[in-house]
């Protein structure tokens, strides 16, 4: 079951703390973020990797955009 | 254009964008700005305030351009690539409050974290303690950020809201060019202007809107953010913003050697003072105010040319900040600090740690 962070509204550091917090909750092998603007996005991703997880899918709905990543 | 996104996300695109910052802010100064003063967001807005009359200190008074063409360049910028986002409700009055002390602190040190790097490209000490004020700042705010702390969600709202501060620069920009500068006069129709001091020193209109204009656009697209540097090497050992921040000193010192402008020492330095502790002390009480709301004045303004609502709050707190820095004699000059520049760092710095220990409402 992947965990979802729902980081929409919320500017950088915030989507990235929430995400890097799920990592380190590892509770799930895959994660979804939800965020609204497109910087968030590039942090998130950014973080991801950094940690060794591998971005699996970003689709975009409306301005929103949900990062699903997955521990590599 | 999705190729063009990609370059100014990766790791060549922000040290490009600090590179070109770099040439262009000395030579701003060779084409007439002030000393280390290439491109200094606080002291530009502080410039503005006196422009419009907030504040009444004669020798700094003028409508920068650059500003202008900071939020016009990533208004461009946001069009251009689809992320013109309107938005706002995040706790828009605290993001005042932080304007507004992030502003004193900044003239207390006589720059923002922009400046403090000019200062250092070009040679000023003194800039030693207000960078090292700035991590001291940012290091503090990333305690409560890892406590929890945040502003809260912000909404989606109409375009109109979004333009409000673009339509401010715009006014300002309608006014610089209806009330020009006329040589000799202290004011021309509403517009104050400075004979002396560094309100005098201005390149010409063209030349800093059009670099304005470059530095705005490329930095909304590299998301280009001093604080955000130092943040992020702290909270995530992440080098990324950081290697534009750093790129920027460096090439800003190299310019600096190339055209004459490099001239190291700590007495004497341009627009600054020696008062070690409180160049320290206002860049920290800066740094934490940029911090808690979440960018570097120049990120601010890039922001707010996104449609950003709150961050327009910020960038409305400094300029008002300004007026009160002048007005209550905060605000520092060569001589040193204002006469009641300790007590309003001190009331900053509590009135940031308030706001840092009491905002940290799990988000919902």
Redesign the interface.
Known sequence: MAKRVDARGLSCPQPVLMTLNEIKAAQADEIVVMVDNEASRENVCRAANSKGWSIVDISTKDDEYIITIRES | MKGL?NIF?GPWGIIGVGMAIGVFAPLLQKWGNPGNMGVCVACFERDIAGAIGLHRAEVVQYIRPEIIGFVFGSLASAYL?R?F?P?LG?APIVRFALGVFAMIGALVFLGCPWRAALRLAGGDGNAILGLAGLVAGVWIGTLF??GGY?LG????THHTAGWMLPLFMAGLLALLLAFPAIPGEAKNGVLFYSLKGPGAMYAPLPVSLAVGLLIGFLAQRS?FCTM?AI??FV??R?M?LMSGFLALIATAFLVNMAVGQFHPGFSGQPVAHTQHLWNFAGMMLSGLAFCLA?GCPGRQLF?AGEG?GDAAIFVMGMIVGAGISHNFGLASSPAGVGPYGIQAVVTGLLVCLFIGFTMRKR?G
């Open positions: 996104k996300a690539f992320e986002r938005r995040s950020l890892r945040n969600r912000s909404q989606p998301r955000g943040r992020d909270l995530f992440q990324h979440g922001l950003d988000i």
